[in-house]
């Protein structure tokens, strides 16, 4: 659909659906792409990785997928609990640099 | 030890003050960045240090002055701030090199009034 791949910078999920997040990039030269999770009040935590020279990795409950040609990344989280809650951060390493991308704020509903 | 602490966790600060941030690592993690993060933006790069030298300042105004005496240790010193400067201040560890293991703390959240 024309939404596919779209950045929203807020996401409500109904507790024990999957999420979908969605970032695009900017660098095509990038080495790595990572999901970060931050909570209130913390520092990102790391979540997922995925080199460039892949489309998919799967990690527990997390999925990332990358797509170099739109240069478009997502990360999916299966059943989604309230501990989920947190704003996520897409970034790329590259050059010696990790840069953020704009964020994305889960709420999970009960 | 697989944490990074920052301390003080909360600063409030004049604009005529000097103050300093501290960063601390014991993971053996070569590598040690500076982040500022700004309310609801994403964190944005301001210096990274590799092997305790500064190999990368992106452009930060000479008011923030950063400072690595040791591979465990990293500083920010802060003089003559403004209001615009107040925000979330991350500091991370990463092994050296072409890496994307970064490790990061839970911030200083500093006012300047």
């Known amino acids: 659909g024309e939404n596919v791949g779209l950045h929203l910078p807020t996401l409500s999920v109904q507790e024990g659906d999957n999420s979908i997040i969605n970032c695009a990039y900017s660098n095509s030269a990038s080495d790595y792409f990572i999901w970060y999770k931050q909570e209130s009040g913390k520092g990102p935590q790391f979540i997922i990785d995925?080199?460039?020279?892949?489309d998919k990795r799967q990690g527990q409950r997390v999925t990332v997928l990358l797509n170099k040609t739109v240069k478009h990344l997502s990360l999916q989280i299966a059943a989604t609990q309230p501990g989920d809650s947190a704003v996520y951060f897409c970034a790329e390493f590259n050059d010696y640099k990790l840069s953020f991308g704009a964020g994305t704020t889960v709420t999970v509903r009960a | 030890d697989t944490e990074v602490t920052q301390t003080p966790k909360h600063l409030v600060m004049g604009m005529t003050n000097k103050k300093s941030l501290k960063c601390e690592q014991h993971?053996?993690?070569?590598?040690m960045y500076w982040y500022k993060q700004k309310a609801k933006k994403p964190p944005e790069l301001m210096f990274v240090?590799?092997?305790?030298?500064?190999?990368i300042n992106e452009s930060v105004p000479s008011r923030f002055s950063p400072e690595c005496p040791n591979s465990s240790l990293l500083n920010l010193h802060l003089h003559a701030l403004q209001p615009e400067d107040s925000a979330l201040y991350l500091c991370?560890?990463?092994?050296?090199?072409?890496?994307?293991?970064?490790?990061f703390g839970s911030g200083t959240r500093l006012t300047v009034v």
């Open positions: 995925i080199r460039s020279n892949m």
């Open positions: 991370a560890s990463s092994q050296a090199g072409r890496t994307n293991g970064y490790t």
């Open positions: 240090y590799s092997y305790e030298k500064l190999s």
């Open positions: 993971m053996g993690h070569r590598a």
